[in-house]
Structures are given as C-alpha cells and as structure tokens.
C-alpha cells in the first residue's frame, strides 16, 4: 500500500481537528479499510487511528437505551451487552470471525455502510440513534445507500444509542468465504410496533421490510408473515445468489428471527 | 517514520517504521520472526494470526503503528522455554492436526486464544473460534481434535491419523 501519515489522537476534539484535512480519513479497526488501501483501492494521505480515545470505547445501559462507544470492539459488545440486549449482542457475535471482532468496531461498521454488514440492521432495525462529533442522526436518515451515509467529511461516529427492544433477534445467512450476510433479518418487538431490517439483499443497502413490520405488529409470529414475499426488484445478484434468491431468503430469514426472538 | 515500542514474545524492542508497514510484515523482515506466515494478505485465512494483548488479530490487516505499547505474542513465543514443542504445538502433532503445515502457526495461535478464555470448550465452540482460519489440507477434523486434546478433552479421539 501507498504510504500515509498516520496520527493517533487522545480525543474526540483532536480527532476532528486532524480530518478537517481533505486528504485525511479516519482508520477505526482497519478490518475494511486496510484491506482496500493494500489493493489500492483507497489512497488516504493522512489516517487518524480512532482507537487511542477512551471516550469512544464501552458499553452503558442507561434506563431503556443502550449506549455503545463508536470505537468499540464486535468482541466487546458481543459480551458486555449481552446482559441488556441480547439480541445485539448475539449480532456482534456472528460478524466475521473472532480476530474481526477483537479488531473490527461498531462505529466502523456504520460509518462503512457496506450493504452486507451486520450491525446497519441492528441500527435501522432499531430505530437507533448515532451520535457523531457535531449532531444526532436518526438511523432512518443515518443510511443512505450501498457504502453511503450521512456523515459529512471529517464526521465521526462518537456512539451510538439503542433504544432496547421487549424482544429481538438477528436471522443471518453467512455467506461462509466473507462471513457478511448473503441476506440477514433484524427483528424488534417495541411497545409502539415492530420494526424490520434486512442486509446482503438489496443494491441500495439495509432498508425496512413494512409490509413485514405491519404484520408483525398486530400478530408477531412467523405465520403473520408466511404468505409475503420481498420484491426481487432492486436486490443484489451475484455468483452468490439471484435478485429472486435474495427475495426469497428476506422471507425465510425475518420469519426465523421472529421465531428466535419468541 | 514512527517510534514503535512492543513486547514480542517477552521482549522490550523498540524500532523506527513506515506508517504502512503492517504489522506482520514488521514481524517477519524486521524481526525475523516468520513463523507468522502470510497466506492470503487479504485477512481471509489466519495463517498470519498472533495475539495482540492476548486477543487473537490477524498481522496482516492492522498497523504496526496502530499497535504502539502494546505485546505481541507469536507462534515462535509458543514453544517451551527448553524450545520443546508447548502443548499446543504438541496436541497438534500428536492428533495429526496438520499436513502441509502453513495454516498451523495461526491454528495454534487462535487456539490461545481460545483456550485462555475458554479452557474447556465445546468442540462446536471450537469450530466457531476457528472460524477466521482457514486449511486447505486436513479437512479439519484432526485440527478440531487437537484443539480439544490440548484442551485435556481428548476423549480418546487423537492418533487417528495415517502414517
């Protein structure tokens, strides 16, 4: 890879400061980015390390919300939210493979919007909200299309909070080589409603399934969604799987995650 | 250029390094230690695994400079302090957990890893910690038994192999 310079602030504050320079981008775990600048894909000429500030790293539970560090490890929340919100921490524990989760965080991960990734269904699926340096975005507004969000330029991701669902699970097909899903299922049960999220599926990235979400929220069993079926219009085809394929697995997959969220 | 501080299996070094070196590049042309192999160089296959403060990472995908003060341990640091083979090492010969052999440096390095956490895993658990480790050889059933032998779960299940 071409070489950089490579800064590792102590805060938030500096971060900030560092990528304010056009040509700098922020490195967090490195599980995607680093791979991408060996084959050239991306040439940064400055990289800020986010994994030197404390204040980005943990995991706080704080009344009916769950707040997690940006910079914060798959391993680390696949562990320490397990006792708040199982759902998310079974979610951690499927991403990649264990030296991906010792490295990988999940302010990355968002930041990413790679349209296989875990965690954007747990963030949309959830209603989530990620807090960055300068505001708040809504997950609903955070996503917005294959590896497109809405951080500005030197934005960063400082945490993200979760409101806790009654119930949820995540349903994911691996794709076994890269470990993303093929097509993975976000299932939240709420007070208010449901809410539904799928990955791997579709050419525009993680979006909601209504049609699923309505059903669920007046019967949440798998039979309340036995007779929908995802529109194979706009979803990934690749030598992994058809558009139809793809449609089909949205079904099966959000139908098992109800079943394990119970 | 970066001041780069670590301890390598139990040794304080200090060195001055690109920004881009990787860190097992760093490991194999600066220290010599190439035990860490590198297989895929695209953080596919483990070969490269090595602890990082004893959470297995793999050196091929992170930043020597992104890992200044911390210890690294490799699969030269596994072996006995006599240089006898340590008993992971040895659970893998004796259960035949490999062939040609490349992968076995990061086998034994992620089963550190899980045995340090998980000193009696499951041999489900076993197959989901190996995950991140790929062989193209064995079929895995002998790795998967060495790892449980080394564990003290042998279950009688080594020696299987063909000589």
């Known amino acids: ?262 | 250029m970066h001041k780069l501080t670590m301890v390598v299996n139990g040794q304080q070094m200090t060195a001055e390094i690109e920004a881009r070196t990787l860190l097992s590049g760093f490991l194999r042309d600066r220290l010599g230690l190439t035990g860490t192999h590198i297989g895929c160089d695209t953080s596919q296959c483990g070969a490269c695994m090595v602890l990082v403060n004893g959470q297995a990472v793999k050196a091929c995908s992170v930043l020597a400079a992104d890992l200044d003060g911390v210890e690294v341990t490799t699969i030269e640091g596994m072996a006995n302090p006599d240089g006898s083979l340590g008993h992971i090492q040895q659970a893998f010969q004796d259960c035949h957990g490999l062939q040609c052999g490349f992968c076995t440096p990061g086998m034994v390095m992620s089963t550190a890893a899980l045995l340090a956490e998980n000193p009696k895993p499951t041999e489900d658990e076993v197959r989901h910690s190996l995950e991140g480790n790929i062989c193209r050889c064995t079929g895995y059933q002998n790795i998967v038994r060495a790892v449980m032998a080394a564990s003290g779960q042998d279950q009688g299940t080594k020696a299987t192999a063909h000589v």
């Open chain 1, 1 to 262: 890879m071409y070489d950089f310079n490579f800064l590792k602030p102590t805060s938030v504050a500096d971060a900030v400061a560092a990528l304010i320079d056009e040509d700098a981008q922020p490195l967090s775990g490195g599980q995607t980015l680093i791979p991408a600048m060996k084959a050239r894909l991306n040439a940064p000429g400055t990289l800020v390390s986010l994994t030197g500030i404390p204040e980005l790293v943990g995991v706080c539970c704080a009344g009916d919300t769950l707040v997690i560090g940006a910079a914060t490890t798959h391993a680390q929340v696949a562990r320490d939210a397990a006792g708040y919100f199982p759902g998310l921490a079974a979610l951690a524990g499927q991403i990649g493979d264990p030296a991906v989760r010792n490295r990988g965080t999940i302010g990355g991960s968002l930041a990413n919007n790679d349209p296989s990734a875990c965690y954007p269904a747990a963030a949309l699926g959830t209603g989530a909200t990620i807090v960055t340096d300068r505001r708040e975005i809504a997950a609903d507004d955070f996503f917005q299309g294959m590896f497109t969000t809405a951080l500005e330029n030197g934005e960063i991701i400082t945490s993200v909070r979760f409101p806790i669902p009654q119930a949820s699970a995540y349903a994911k097909f691996v794709q076994p080589a890269s470990r993303f899903a093929l097509t993975a299922a976000f299932v939240a049960r709420y007070a208010s409603g449901v809410r539904v999220a799928i990955t791997g599926a579709s050419e525009n990235g993680v979006f909601r399934w209504a049609e699923a979400e309505a059903a669920l929220s007046s019967d949440f069993s798998a039979e309340a969604i036995s007779g929908l079926s995802a529109s194979a219009h706009e979803m990934i085809a690749d030598l992994h799987g058809t558009a139809a394929y793809r449609a089909h697995l949205v079904g099966v997959m959000t139908r098992r995650a109800v079943t394990a969220a119970g």
